[in-house]
């Protein structure tokens, strides 16, 4: 309780601080309340996360009612990850704003935010009061919204933040809708009476409820068709905070989906089939564009929208299991979605923090005009590189442990599936594979075209690596995804709370349930400690071989042509077009070109431009209707006061009367009626 | 270990016999059939030349290659004896240790700044990517005929069950014999001796590596070949006592190389247009495999 105070109290010292400090003090403030921040809400996140569920009443006030604080397992699972990232982006972003420092009350804005987003997202982790719930949301979005418009002066930052937050509110009526049809019918504000309120519900009505609730959160995690905001928002803010959205922020929207699954009681299969469908569009989608993308942070931001999708899949084959009564898919399914939230949270943050580094150095994330960074930079090209590895979900990494447990509940429920579900099964399983060879040729060219060769355009200003205290939370974050990959056991331990919670199993029946994954997942920290211990051999063995011999250097191999440019080299564009190609249906993918012709050709050019065909028809050309259609009462905002201020008027009388008018017509038919 | 130790033998004569092969059928006299790892043994001695363009990533990256393929080797079981490594769902692992050899050889392609090595790259990157689905598809069929999630029980089992599932091993080993084409640039999609940089795949990716690391990619070529070998051997061989399944082994194999020699041929290379269709079109041949598993268990009616 008293905890509570001094959390609140830390973060409006916070707040109120930070406007009268020195630019250098203010991100060390916002640092600071972060950290203690953390320790409190750590306590009782590793309490949550081992230990039985804290729960607490806050007496509340007239409009809340009373408000729960209940941190259960799921929640610490969540308030550790979104913990560890904040600390982690907050130390990479004192570095990263040194470039702003003679902006200092952008700072003082930027760093106030920063300590609101990460209070609310601990509170709405905690809190179990729908109403309390939705402020927490709501200041979330807002700070999210301030700290993405950083370079507002750009007006591409704004537009893409105010996107942003217009999307974000659509999110919040489909929530406000859910939460207010519950209390209506139950008179309570407490996430329980969700649960009594789905119980009591015949046919449909939990169903739809939870479709309220799963389109709302999803519109905030992304899966496609509702992931538009995000390959806008992504790339215009910070990079640090582009990594805490992607790392955390969109997790809230998982979290959301998995703290429903808790309480809604409904048809967890169909719930399944409906969570699986969007999530292999979401994955395969994602990754698909990301591909054809030349702005880096862009090209990171959709394959969010790819990892949404296998974690999705995670929660669909844990929904499945739940609904045929299957405890071990149930168990790998869930345990997939959790630990691939964190491994996602890890690799994807590493990666936006090392695109900011990159940003940092050479002033561009386009990709086409990057190259050989890898000698200038190689400490962010070797955290890139580890990041790349593990987000395409090859071992030694995390991302193949989560994806692999993912994989096992795909089999193992196809050896209990009817004939319909195999089918769709075998669709899951072809999404999932696509997905990860697509994400292994976007990495490749990510990796290959920034890093990699020859650079390809001078730039006027030297470019180099950060200070090394910058890099120390980039270390630790790739230590942590090491040791994912190469003791993953230990991590599934840390989960079997969250899981057995979701899986309806409060002890720790998933040991015998899984045992079969469990000695599975030590047989591959076995296997992938194998594989270094393979490697290290190898190496040595060619050190020791050459240790004698001529190792001379010399120009690249130009198949006989002996004065190559760097603009010979393969281009973003070129590594994929074959891909382009065979997917020109699904793509929406302009060229703009002229042809080299004669044999004097005079100057020409080639642009490509990639679009969403999804924000195409679901958002541009409604967003156009809308507007030619309102153009027509354009004649209202005349600009004139004493108009705006007869609107008024008439809204007030229209207010007042037309209830009057509507109860006078219904004496009126009433008094028909009697006659 | 048994299969380590086949694998490995298997590894020094396959691509030898498929040169052999190709010699006799197009009337030269031809290497003989250790000729290949004559080559790399020389190679091995030799000192490299990097290029001033590389970085660690490309003297790491033919180490790791040789490692994950390495790595895969030991999941693959022979028979009744399971691999050094084996659990369940270890041909997940077995697809994705070798993906990472594949990372780093397409990598190490782009590091040379050189436009023919990102142009094999692109293709390798794509090309790869369409051949997983195939393979997948086959395992998940397989597991689903017989219950199982590891490469051994799976093997194992598939022999026990009716005579009809040979018939489907005759598929699966098509669409193993043509993964194998693919993973090692042979003929149907790349042609290993051809003269220009602009028609080849893994051939041109590998242009500027020399020396110890070449011998290294090309002894994991070697290796490679060996292995998707014993996966179409252990469709058949089910748990025959190891007097009639050795001998086997090396039959199949002898066989499988012989018949990429005859490929070889007599056929050209796609176009490289055509390729990414056809290589998908060989996941089609998984999914009849999978309704094949499907009538088997009686789940259609």
Known sequence: ?675 | MLSVILILSAALFFTGVINRTKSILTGRKGPGVLQPVKDIIRLFKKGVVYSTTTSFIFQAAPTIYFSSVIMAMLVVPFGQSKGLISFQGDFIFFAYVLALGKFFSIISAMDTGSSFEGMGASREALYSMFAEPAFFILMGSMALLTGQTSFQEIFADLHLGSPISYALAMLAAFVVGMVMMIENSRMPIDDPKTHLELTMIHEVMILDNSGFDLGLILSAGLIKFAIYGALIVNLFIGMFPYEYTIPMFFAIQVMAAVITGGIESFMARFRMSHNAQFIFALTSVSLLIFFGVLMLLGKFI
């Open chain 1, 1 to 675: 309780m008293t905890l509570v105070i001094i959390f609140i109290f830390v973060c409006i010292t916070g707040v109120l601080i930070i406007p009268f400090l020195n630019v250098k003090l203010k991100g060390i403030a916002a640092l600071a309340a972060i950290v203690i921040n953390t320790v409190i809400s750590g306590y009782f996140a590793v309490q949550g996360l081992t230990g039985p569920e804290i729960s607490w009443v806050m007496p509340g006030s007239m409009i809340t009612g009373p408000i729960p604080i209940r941190i259960d397992a799921l929640s610490g699972w969540f308030l550790m990850m979104v913990n560890f990232i904040f600390i982690t982006g907050g130390w990479y972003g004192l570095f990263y704003m040194n470039g702003y420092k003679y902006q200092s009350k952008k700072i003082s804005l930027h760093a106030i935010a920063f300590i609101i987003l990460h209070s609310s997202l601990v509170s709405l982790l905690a809190v179990q009061n729908s109403i309390v719930f939705l402020v927490a949301w709501e200041l979330m979005m807002f700070s999210a919204f301030i700290c993405v418009i950083f370079e507002h002066e750009k007006e591409a930052t704004l537009k893409a933040g105010i996107n942003y937050l217009i999307q974000s509110h659509i999110c919040v009526v489909m929530l406000i809708t859910g939460f207010l049809w519950v209390s209506f019918k139950t008179g309570s504000y407490d996430f329980r009476a969700i649960t009594t309120f789905s119980m009591t519900q015949t046919g449909p009505g939990a169903l739809f409820l939870f479709m309220l609730f799963f389109i709302g959160f999803a519109i905030k995690a992304g899966f496609v068709p509702f992931h538009t905001w995000l390959p806008h928002a992504h790339p215009a803010a910070p990079a640090h905070i582009s990594g805490i959205m992607s790392g955390v922020l969109i997790k809230t929207g998982i979290y959301g989906i998995l703290r429903m699954l808790l309480l809604i009681k409904a048809d967890f299969t169909t719930i399944g089939y409906i969570i699986l469908t969007f999530s292999v569009i979401s994955g395969l989608y994602g990754v698909m564009l990301a591909i054809v993308q030349h702005d880096l942070k862009k090209l990171l931001a959709y394959h969010s929208v790819e990892n949404i999708g296998i974690i999705g899949l995670g929660i669909g084959i844990g929904c499945i299991g739940l609904g045929t009564g299957n405890q071990v898919i149930a168990s790998l399914g869930f345990a997939g979605a959790l630990l691939h939230t964190l491994n996602h949270a890890l690799f994807k943050s590493l990666l936006f923090y090392t695109s900011g580094m990159v940003y940092q150095a050479a002033h561009t994330i386009n990709i086409e005009q990057l190259g050989g960074l890898i000698k200038k930079m190689p400490h962010t090209a070797f955290l890139f590189l580890i990041a790349a590895i593990a987000i395409s979900g090859i071992p030694p990494f995390n991302g193949f442990i989560s994806e692999f447990t993912i994989y096992t509940g795909l089999y193992q429920w196809l050896q209990s599936a009817s004939l319909n579900s195999l089918i769709f099964i075998l669709l899951l399983v072809l999404g999932l594979v696509l997905i990860g060879g697509l994400a292994m040729l976007c990495f490749t060219k990510a990796f290959g075209i920034v890093f990699l060769g020859n650079a390809r355009k001078d730039f006027h200003h030297e470019v180099k690596e950060g200070p090394f205290l910058q890099f120390v939370p980039l270390y630790l974050i790739a230590l942590f995804m090491v040791c994912i990959g190469l003791f993953p056991q230990m991590f599934l331990s840390l989960l079997m709370k969250p899981v057995g919670l979701l899986t309806g199993n409060r002890g720790d029946v998933l040991v015998p349930a899984t045992a079969n994954t469990f000695s599975a997942l030590s047989s591959i920290s076995l296997a992938v400690c194998g594989m270094l211990v393979v490697a290290l051999t190898v190496f040595f063995i060619r050190k020791w071989a050459m240790r004698k011999r001529l190792v001379p250097a010399g120009p690249t191999w130009g198949c006989g042509y002996v004065a190559p440019t760097a603009r010979l080299q393969y281009t973003a564009g070129s590594f994929v077009r074959s891909y382009v190609k065979l997917n020109k249906s699904i793509l929406l993918f302009e060229k703009k070109e002229k042809e080299v012709t004669g044999l004097f050709p005079a100057e020409s050019h080639y642009e490509s431009h990639a679009y969403d065909k999804f924000e195409k028809w679901l958002v541009d050309k409604p967003v156009a209707a809308v507007k030619s259609f309102l153009k027509h009462f354009l004649f209202l905002q005349n600009g004139s006061l004493q108009s705006y201020i007869l609107y008024g008027v008439l809204f007030i009388i229209g207010v007042i009367f037309i209830p009057m008018v509507f109860d006078a017509l219904y004496l009126f038919i009433d008094f028909l009626k009697r006659l």
